[in-house]
């Protein structure tokens, strides 16, 4: 199986076209659409990439599991 992301700008003639091919194509057995809009708000994939480059660059706090207080210096 093979993916091909297409961006369509379906204000042009050639989006409108290729759109109604993709219809088309769709009926066909073996030809299905995944969509690749995501079901978390925008903001929050932000967060979890920030937190990511922040761990990264070592901007983090590592906890002892046995030992959580002591990991936290209290």
Do not use: C, H
Not at 8 to 14: E, G, K, P, V
Not at 24 to 30: A, D, N
Not at 64 to 72: C, P, R
């Amino acid at each position: 199986m093979n993916t091909i992301v297409l961006k369509i700008n379906r204000r042009t003639r050639a989006g409108k076209a290729l759109e109604a091919v993709l219809d088309v194509l769709t009926e066909q057995p073996g030809v299905e659409i995944v969509s690749d809009k995501s079901p978390y708000n925008a903001r929050f994939i932000n967060k979890v990439k920030r937190a990511q480059a922040e761990i990264k660059a070592g901007k983090s706090v590592t906890l002892n599991t046995k030992d959580v207080w002591g990991s936290l210096g209290l």
